[in-house]
């Protein structure tokens, strides 16, 4: 995630790549609202911290209802994906701590099987596909 902090962040993306968010306020603040609204809140979101910025250094930036809108469903996405990123990690590391744990683990079912139908009495497991109709079973 690309979150934009201060007025001296640089765009890394668009037609303003490198620029920072105050030169870019100074030139072309429709910009601002228009990634505001439009790009995707994971490659580009703006910090409340930098949004205090804007609103003392540059007071004529339309800091209105709808930008603040967008910016709020902006930060709900972005915590809702976090929660879900940390759920997953969570199920993952329970999935492996189980598998870890399994006392089933390295058990060749195979051998079990033909160990269980012989009971012992056509030797050790050779191995391989065995076709247990022969054997009668």
Not at 1 to 23: A, C, P, Q, R, V
Request: aromatic content about 16%; charged content about 30%; hydrophobic content about 30%.
């Amino acid at each position: 995630m690309s979150s934009f902090n201060t007025l001296n962040d640089k765009f890394h993306f668009g037609k303003y790549k490198g620029k920072s968010i105050g030169e870019v306020l100074q030139y072309d603040p429709g910009y601002i609202t228009w990634c505001n609204n439009n790009v995707d809140p994971e490659r580009c979101y703006f910090t409340e911290d930098l949004l205090h910025q804007i609103s003392e250094s540059f007071p004529d930036f339309p800091l209105d209802g709808d930008f603040l809108e967008q910016w709020s469903l902006n930060d709900c996405y972005l915590e809702e994906l976090h929660d879900y990123e940390i759920e997953v990690a969570i199920q993952r590391q329970e999935a492996e701590e189980a598998e870890s744990n399994d006392p089933y683990k390295g058990i060749d079912w195979a051998e079990e099987e033909w160990d269980a139908l012989t009971d012992g009495q056509y030797g050790p497991y050779p191995g391989g596909d065995i076709d247990y109709d022969v054997f009668g079973f």
